[in-house]
């Protein structure tokens, strides 16, 4: 208790301590929390595991099928420009990943079979683009990621190829349908059966 | 002694000593709990020593003299007592909790000292230990602390002691 004059006791302070002293949280509320912040958390591992795993496994993957761009992998078009009378269309391949392609890939334009140049190093015919037919190695080249390959298909024929005919691409993951595109004068000639022949694709390694 | 013994035999103590050493409940929760989330993490050590419960309380009293930092999130408010006073007792009451928020006015270090030593009995040797100073300094934190709460000593020592 204060004394006269406001002087206080030690006694006073010791009884305030211990008046205050009962005010204090229960420990079980203190000890929730605590728990809720010691308890084991999810592991970001979790989350990133799955990644793991499938970056691990992309390059088992990769092996199965030889490495070869699968469809969605790549970004292909064909694109159609007429030169001295003729046209002579494109095939651009561009990967988003790290694949591989035939250098040669086997092509069908509107139905037709598109006839192979072969690359000057593999060995092959000419009978017709086909590139899966020979499974070595050296048949596919890899296309590293944003890397770009084109392949020329050329006529023999005017009017063999335009805008919008149906390109079948296979360069060793199957066909890939592509329609032809391009600022190609109009054909005034007739259609004429494709007669067209494809090169190698360059800018492979 | 593992943690879980420590806290459901120990932890209600070190509250007590918590909110009077901080003067709000508030705060006494947050710094024990903070407390306790390290202590839980190296318990395997703590358990080691003589006396755990002393460790965690120098960990309580480093955790509220370091506090200072996290002031700036922490947004004080009135603590109103509930009133279950008895009439005789109100001039009483009114006078410790008067005291208190004068204790609540003190440096940190100072209020640590005034509790270490009324509160938990401690000697000026043992404050020193804890707040890593020594005994004279000790002496001249209470000193200032007691007189700027107006307290009259008993304690020949400190009658005669005058740090300054």
């Excluded at chain 1, 084109?150 to 006529?155: D, N």
């Excluded at chain 2, 370091?66 to 009451?93: G, L, N």
């Amino acid at each position: 208790m204060s004394r006269p004059g406001g002087r206080r006791s030690e006694d006073d302070l010791r009884a305030a301590f211990a008046a205050k002293a009962t005010q204090a949280p229960k420990a079980e509320d203190v000890l929730r929390a605590v728990r809720r912040a010691t308890r084991p958390r999810p592991s970001k591992l979790r989350w990133l595991l799955p990644a793991v795993a499938a970056a691990a496994a992309a390059p088992a993957a990769m092996s199965a099928n030889n490495g070869v761009c699968r469809p969605d992998q790549v970004r292909a078009a064909v694109t159609v420009r007429r030169d001295a009378g003729v046209e002579r269309a494109t095939l651009t391949v561009t990967a988003l990943a790290d694949c591989r392609i035939a250098r040669v890939p086997r092509v069908t334009w509107n139905g037709a079979t598109v006839g192979a140049v072969p690359a000057p190093d593999a060995g092959g015919t000419r009978s017709g683009s086909g590139a899966p037919r020979t499974a070595t190695a050296d048949r596919y080249g890899l296309l590293a990621a944003g890397a770009t390959a084109t392949a020329i298909i050329a006529a023999t024929d005017p009017c063999s190829a335009r805008a919008g005919d149906a390109v079948q691409v296979d360069w060793g993951a199957g066909e890939v349908e592509l329609h032809a595109t391009g600022a190609a004068p109009r054909c005034e000639a007739p259609a004429q059966p494709a007669r067209l022949n494809i090169g190698p694709f360059r800018g492979l390694s | 002694m593992t943690f879980e013994e420590f806290a459901a035999t120990r932890l209600d103590a070190v509250l007590r000593f918590a909110v009077v050493l901080t003067n709000d409940r508030g705060l006494a929760e947050d710094v024990v709990q903070e407390v306790l989330i390290r202590a839980y993490g190296r318990w395997a050590q703590i358990a080691e020593l003589d006396y755990p419960e002393a460790y965690v309380r120098r960990m309580v009293v480093n955790e509220f003299l370091s506090w200072r930092r996290k002031w700036a999130r922490y947004v004080p408010y009135a603590e109103v007592e509930p009133d279950v006073r008895e009439p005789d007792q109100a001039a009483a009451q009114a006078e410790r909790s008067a005291m208190l928020a004068e204790v609540g006015k003190l440096p940190r270090r100072q209020r640590a000292v005034l509790v270490l030593r009324y509160y938990e009995g401690l000697s000026d040797a043992q404050i020193g230990e804890i707040l890593g100073c020594a005994e004279t300094t000790v002496r001249g934190y209470a000193f200032r602390g007691l007189a700027a709460l107006r307290i009259e000593l008993t304690s020949s020592a400190m009658k005669s002691e005058d740090p300054t």
